[in-house]
């Protein structure tokens, strides 16, 4: 078996172990350098994958998994940094494991194992070297930068999918008071089954207020992705995320490195003349890529609002099925994939509704689907209303979740604003969450219901102004008392 060192000045790091026996994975060292190959006594670095400034990220495996899973190992590199610069170094990267653990959530965001400290002897034994390290879930796939190196520039449809796609998870980072600072192509993994997944939170800055509260002002990102405010030191807020969103969306759709497409000292812009594509998108890109801040779209939320009203057709057309997605729907019936009671089985494995390209994501990663086939059945789906499509009129979205409300009463919907929502899944644990809903006025009500994996919650009152419409009680009932089988039953009557 493969093994790497991870000591940054190991002469010759690579390894091979004839056999790994567990209870001597404490004792396995570096042949060349003497360092603890299995770090923790569990994980087993077997690859280099990237190196930077701040340290390395090797591939590795989970020893203590029945697969030995892989597994992504991230080592902070400490030789070159003064006392202050590895304070600062060190401070980031236990940031990090706090952000990526509270950000564990969402689907899109690799999932934090284990983050440690090493502490062990110089090659040379004269001193003690320290590492910090973190364990994450492996992404296999491509990252953006790769895959426009490979083919080139993206189609309008393509990258509108991936900006929706980053927006959720962007919606769903801030609402935790977190920004990223280094959001671009080379940060976005593309899965093996077309998922996306943000990564690289080494440069992230929380934010106790977003709006008003300076972060630490440390230059950490990539320049030519980050904007003015970024740039200069000063205060970042998710509006920073947006920009170098809008910068990443203009490279892929030109297939050009940002150099060329931004004079750089006025931050500026000129992607346009590189590609075409619709005005619609276009003006969304402009304004992202705005270098005023309070011209520039503020959140992730109100981009997807203007990108949701485009008139250019979703990635899943509602109007009509096709002959490719009925095949595809009656193959998978056929094959047990999908039950006969479609809506059913789709809302209990991912209870969820779903809106354009999330319909595709989905029937990608649960039914193993290539994108064009997950278009087709996807408008096949939606177009005999066996998946429920959210529409302007028939809203709940917040980041990543969809979720159908069910009321006895007429909904008034109003402008989106912040509220407290309840509840998030996970690992089967239930966890508070922010989340940005529909504000709702409910005629006779006191609260909003929602159902979620067989449960029911309620947010509680919305709109005090309502009490006073509040309905007649109910008509005074009777209570009567039954026997059977040895015990008592109560029965109301009106």
Known sequence: ?????????????????????????????????????????????????????????????????????????????????????????????????????????????PYLFASFDL???????????????L?????????????VRRQGRLNETEVTEILRSLLGILAFIHSHNVVHRDIKPANTMCHENGTLYLLDFGAVKQAVHLQNTEVDVTNIGSPIYSPPEQTYGL?????????????????????????????????????????TVSDGLAQILDRMLLPALDERYPDAHAVLNDLEALSAPTAVDTALPNLEGDELLNRLREEGGLEIRDRRYLLRV??????????VTWLMKHLGLGRQQAIQLGQ???????????????????????????????????????????????????????????????????????????????????????????KAPPAPTSTESYTYRGKVYKKETP
């Open 119 to 133: 502490s062990v002897p110089s090659a040379n034994g004269e001193r003690e070297e320290e590492y910090f390290y």
């Open 350 to 359: 991912y209870p969820r509704c779903f809106v354009g390209s999330d319909l």
């Open 235 to 275: 205060q970042v807020v998710p509006a920073s995320d947006i920009y170098a969103l809008g910068a990443t969306c203009a490279v892929l759709l030109t297939g050009c490195p940002p150099h060329k497409l931004i004079d750089p000292g006025r931050h500026c812009w000129q992607w346009r003349s590189f590609t």
């Open 1 to 109: 078996m493969d093994a790497h060192c991870t000591r940054p000045t190991c002469a010759q790091p690579e390894n091979i172990l004839a056999t790994v026996d567990r209870n001597q994975l404490l004792n396995l060292t570096c042949a060349s350098c003497g360092m603890p190959l299995v770090l923790l006594g569990r994980y087993l670095p077997q690859k280099l994958l990237a190196q930077g400034g701040f340290g390395r990220t090797y591939l590795a495996r989970d020893l203590y998994t029945p697969a030995q899973r892989l597994c992504v190992v991230k080592q902070l590199r400490t030789a070159k940094f003064d006392s202050t610069d590895l304070e600062t170094a060190q401070r980031l990267f236990h940031r990090e494991a706090e952000v990526l653990e509270a950000l564990g959530t969402h689907p899109q965001i």
């Open 135 to 147: 364990v994450q879930e492996y992404i296999p796939g491509e990252d953006l930068d790769k895959v």
């Open 380 to 470: 096949t789906l939606v177009a005999r209303n066996i998946v429920h499509h959210v529409t302007d009129d028939q809203p709940f979205r917040d980041g990543y979740f969809l979720y159908r409300f069910y009321q006895d009463d007429v909904v008034t919907l109003h402008e989106p604003q912040p509220v407290q929502q309840l509840m998030s899944y996970r690992g089967q644990m239930y966890q508070p969450v922010e989340r940005v809903a529909q504000s709702v006025e409910l005629s006779g009500a006191t609260g909003m219901r929602f159902h979620y994996r067989g449960r029911t919650y309620e947010t509680g009152m919305m709109n005090p102004s309502t009490q006073s419409e509040r």
